[in-house]
């Protein structure tokens, strides 16, 4: 049912935790299934330097969590908000059909942080949308998603 590189994310997750004074935070969710993903990113000269996550749900989550902290470290903020639900999926050498929706968390959590990032650094005004990801200022924080 799950790959190899699924079950090794999900047994030994990469990149747990917080980071403190981070540059940006980007919390969704799926309200039908009940995951949670936060997820944390240092940014240095539009460089991420540093992700992490917390993640409150099933195995396919916390792997999914984990593989796009290690997909956006090193990028460019243009190109982590280019990660896409289809590339966290085959990162992990695919997911079961009904475990897609957890990619789909991933690559809104990463666009949500780097929302939030923009938003601090004054590169969006207060419910100014976001072109990059179609949020607003004020979406950062906690986005459910129903459908995903």
Same mark, same amino acid.
């Given at each position: 049912?799950? =790959? ?53 749900? %099933? ?5 999914? =969590? ?36 957890? =990619? ?28 990059? %990801? ?15």
């Amino acid at each position: 049912m799950y =790959s190899e590189k699924v079950m090794d994310h999900f047994m030994d997750p990469r990149n747990v935790g917080e980071i403190e004074n981070a540059d940006g935070i980007g919390e969704v969710g799926n309200a039908k299934c009940g995951d949670i993903m936060k997820m944390y990113l240092k940014i240095e000269n539009d460089i991420i330097v540093d992700a992490k996550f917390k993640t409150f749900g %099933c195995g396919a989550a916390v792997a999914t =969590s984990s593989i796009a902290t290690e997909l956006v470290i090193g990028k460019t903020v243009k190109e982590a908000l280019n990660v896409t639900n289809n590339a966290v999926a085959e990162a992990l050498d695919g997911l079961p059909p009904v475990k897609m929706h957890c =990619s789909n968390l991933a690559e809104e959590a990463i666009k949500a942080a780097i929302n939030d990032y923009m938003c601090k650094k004054g590169l969006l005004a207060k419910g100014e949308k976001n072109k990059a %990801c179609g949020r607003r200022c004020e979406d950062v924080h906690l986005h459910y998603n129903g459908d995903s």
